[in-house]
C-alpha cells in the first residue's frame, strides 16, 4: 500500500487549502532536489507535488477521500478522471467503474460503460485540462454591520488574506533566471492521452499533464517563496459598496477580487455574507421595524401627539384618546428600504402605558376623585396606586 496523501503532507484530513499549501511549501522547501542532499529526496519531491495537487483540487479530493488511496491510484491509472468534463472519475456525478449499476456488482457492463465512458455521457474521449487558461476559484468573508449602515447603505473597508500571484516570481512558480523549457512529457500541450483498448473498442483518454501541471513548460528552478505554486498568501484592504437595505444572510460580491487564475486565466470572485447587527431599540422584521413606545396614564386617556424615534430622525405619531396599553400604529415608509426597489418597510410602534412609580398629594387627591367619580371606592393609603397599575 502506497504512502496517503494526507500522510505525504503531514496535514490531518480535515485541513484547510490554506493549511495544505502551507505544509506543501515547507516540505518542498526541504525535498526539493536544487537545495536537498538526500538521496531520494526527488522521489519525496514528486509525491508532495502530487499530494498537494490532489488536495486542493475539490473534485479529486471528494473523489480521493470516498475512494481511497489505492483505488484512487488504479481509476487515476486506467485515466478514469476527466477534468473537462467537471467530475471525478468516469465524469459527471460518479465514481466510474467503482460502485453503482448492477446491484455493485463489479466487472459488469454498466461498470465498464461508466468507467471509460463517463457515466454514459456520450463522450469517446474526456477533454483534458491543459494549459488552457483557467479562472481562480472564489473566496468567501463574512462582514458585520450596524442596522443603521443597512437602512443608509455604506462604503465599508475591510482587510482580507487570500492567495495572490507570488511577488518574487510573478506567479510562474520559478526564479526569473531560471531556465523554462518545453515539458518533455506532454510536448508543450499540458496534457498527456493515453489509449486503452476496452470491450467497446480503443479509447482515449486526456488529462493534465502531472509533470508540467498543465502548464505545457518545466524549469529547472523552484521559486522558494511560494515553493513553485506561484501564489502566496497576503492580507489585502478592500473598499466594498453596502446597499441600502440587505439583510443579515445575504451575500455581496467582489468581481475580480478572488483567488488568481491558472495559466493567465482571470481571477475568481470574493463573496461577502452580511451579518446586520441587533439594534439596541428596533427589532427588525423583513423591511419592517418594530419599536416600544412608552406613554403616560394621561396621554392614553386624552390622546396626544408625540415624537417617535425612527432611523431617519424622529417624527409625529398622533396618539388618539383611549388608546390601550399595547396598541400598535403605523408609520408607514419609515421601515427599511427594499433592495433594488424605490419603496421602504413600514415601522410599527407599540403603545405600553407606563404607571408611575410615586405620587405627590395632589396626584394622588386627582386620582382618588377620578375612581370616586367611575363608581369606585378606594383607599389610596392601602394600595390603590397598586390597583391602578394592576389595571394595566
Same mark, same amino acid.
Request: with cysteine.
Given at each position: 500500500?502506497?504512502?496517503?496523501?494526507?500522510?505525504? #503532507?503531514?496535514?490531518?484530513?480535515?485541513?484547510?487549502?490554506?493549511?495544505?499549501? &502551507?505544509?506543501?511549501?515547507?516540505?518542498?522547501?526541504?525535498?526539493?532536489?536544487?537545495?536537498?542532499?538526500?538521496?531520494?529526496?526527488?522521489e519525496?519531491?514528486?509525491?508532495?507535488?502530487?499530494?498537494k495537487?490532489?488536495? @486542493?483540487?475539490?473534485?479529486?479530493?471528494?473523489?480521493?477521500?470516498q475512494?481511497?488511496?489505492?483505488? /484512487?491510484?488504479? =481509476?487515476?491509472?486506467?485515466?478514469? *478522471?476527466?477534468?473537462?468534463?467537471?467530475?471525478?472519475?468516469?465524469?459527471?456525478?460518479?465514481?466510474?467503474?467503482?460502485?453503482?449499476?448492477?446491484?455493485?456488482?463489479?466487472?459488469? *457492463?454498466?461498470?465498464?460503460?461508466?468507467?471509460?465512458?463517463?457515466?454514459?455521457?456520450g463522450?469517446?474521449s474526456?477533454?483534458?485540462?491543459?494549459?488552457?487558461?483557467?479562472?481562480?476559484?472564489?473566496?468567501?468573508?463574512?462582514?458585520?454591520?450596524?442596522?443603521?449602515?443597512?437602512?443608509?447603505?455604506?462604503?465599508?473597508?475591510f482587510?482580507? $488574506?487570500?492567495p495572490?500571484?507570488?511577488?518574487?516570481?510573478?506567479?510562474?512558480?520559478?526564479?526569473?533566471?531560471?531556465?523554462?523549457?518545453?515539458?518533455?512529457?506532454?510536448?508543450?500541450?499540458?496534457?498527456?492521452?493515453?489509449?486503452?483498448?476496452?470491450?467497446?473498442?480503443?479509447?482515449? %483518454?486526456?488529462? $493534465?499533464?502531472?509533470?508540467c501541471?498543465?502548464?505545457?513548460?518545466?524549469?529547472?528552478? $523552484?521559486?522558494?517563496?511560494?515553493?513553485?505554486?506561484?501564489?502566496?498568501?497576503?492580507?489585502? @484592504?478592500?473598499?466594498?459598496?453596502?446597499?441600502?437595505?440587505?439583510?443579515?444572510?445575504?451575500?455581496?460580491?467582489?468581481?475580480?477580487?478572488?483567488?488568481?487564475?491558472?495559466?493567465?486565466?482571470? +481571477?475568481?470572485?470574493?463573496?461577502?455574507?452580511?451579518?446586520?447587527?441587533?439594534?439596541?431599540? /428596533?427589532?427588525?422584521?423583513?423591511?419592517?421595524?418594530?419599536?416600544?413606545?412608552?406613554?403616560?396614564?394621561?396621554?392614553?386617556?386624552?390622546?396626544?401627539?408625540?415624537?417617535?424615534? $425612527?432611523?431617519?430622525?424622529?417624527? %409625529?405619531?398622533e396618539? +388618539?384618546?383611549?388608546?390601550?396599553?399595547?396598541?400598535?400604529?403605523?408609520?408607514?415608509?419609515?421601515?427599511?428600504?427594499?433592495?433594488r426597489?424605490?419603496?421602504?418597510?413600514? #415601522?410599527?410602534? @407599540?403603545?405600553?402605558?407606563?404607571?408611575?412609580?410615586? #405620587?405627590?398629594?395632589? &396626584?394622588?387627591? =386627582? #386620582?382618588? %376623585?377620578?375612581?370616586?367619580a367611575?363608581?369606585?371606592?378606594?383607599?389610596?393609603?392601602?394600595? /390603590?396606586?397598586?390597583?391602578?397599575?394592576?389595571?394595566?
Amino acid at each position: 500500500m502506497s504512502e496517503d496523501f494526507y500522510e505525504v #503532507l503531514g496535514v490531518s484530513r480535515d485541513a484547510s487549502d490554506d493549511e495544505i499549501k &502551507q505544509a506543501y511549501r515547507e516540505k518542498a522547501s526541504k525535498y526539493h532536489p536544487d537545495v536537498s542532499d538526500e538521496p531520494d529526496a526527488e522521489e519525496k519531491f514528486k509525491k508532495i507535488k502530487k499530494a498537494k495537487e490532489i488536495l @486542493t483540487d475539490e473534485e479529486k479530493r471528494q473523489a480521493y477521500d470516498q475512494m481511497g488511496h489505492d483505488r /484512487f491510484e488504479e =481509476a487515476e491509472k486506467r485515466g478514469g *478522471f476527466d477534468e473537462g468534463r467537471g467530475g471525478g472519475p468516469g465524469g459527471p456525478g460518479g465514481f466510474g467503474g467503482f460502485g453503482g449499476g448492477n446491484g455493485g456488482a463489479s466487472g459488469g *457492463f454498466e461498470d465498464i460503460f461508466e468507467q471509460f465512458f463517463g457515466g454514459g455521457s456520450g463522450g469517446m474521449s474526456g477533454q483534458g485540462g491543459g494549459n488552457r487558461p483557467r479562472q481562480g476559484r472564489n473566496l468567501r468573508t463574512s462582514m458585520e454591520i450596524d442596522l443603521e449602515d443597512a437602512y443608509h447603505g455604506v462604503s465599508k473597508e475591510f482587510t482580507v $488574506t487570500r492567495p495572490e500571484k507570488c511577488s518574487d516570481c510573478n506567479g510562474e512558480g520559478h526564479p526569473p533566471d531560471a531556465s523554462v523549457d518545453t515539458c518533455p512529457e506532454c510536448g508543450g500541450a499540458g496534457e498527456v492521452r493515453q489509449v486503452q483498448q476496452t470491450p467497446f473498442g480503443r479509447v482515449q %483518454q486526456r488529462s $493534465t499533464c502531472p509533470r508540467c501541471n498543465g502548464e505545457g513548460e518545466v524549469a529547472d528552478q $523552484t521559486c522558494r517563496t511560494c515553493g513553485g505554486d506561484g501564489v502566496d498568501q497576503n492580507e489585502v @484592504t478592500l473598499t466594498v459598496e453596502v446597499p441600502a437595505g440587505v439583510e443579515t444572510g445575504q451575500t455581496l460580491r467582489m468581481d475580480g477580487e478572488g483567488a488568481p487564475g491558472e495559466n493567465r486565466g482571470p +481571477p475568481g470572485d470574493l463573496l461577502i455574507d452580511i451579518e446586520v447587527r441587533d439594534h439596541e431599540d /428596533f427589532e427588525r422584521d423583513g423591511a419592517d421595524l418594530h419599536y416600544d413606545q412608552p406613554i403616560s396614564f394621561p396621554q392614553a386617556v386624552f390622546g396626544d401627539s408625540i415624537e417617535v424615534p $425612527t432611523l431617519d430622525g424622529k417624527k %409625529q405619531l398622533e396618539i +388618539p384618546d383611549g388608546t390601550q396599553s399595547g396598541e400598535r400604529f403605523r408609520l408607514k415608509g419609515q421601515g427599511m428600504p427594499k433592495l433594488r426597489s424605490r419603496r421602504s418597510g413600514h #415601522l410599527f410602534v @407599540t403603545v405600553q402605558v407606563v404607571t408611575p412609580d410615586s #405620587l405627590n398629594e395632589e &396626584q394622588k387627591d =386627582a #386620582l382618588e %376623585q377620578f375612581a370616586e367619580a367611575g363608581g369606585e371606592e378606594v383607599d389610596v393609603s392601602e394600595g /390603590f396606586f397598586e390597583k391602578i397599575k394592576n389595571s394595566f
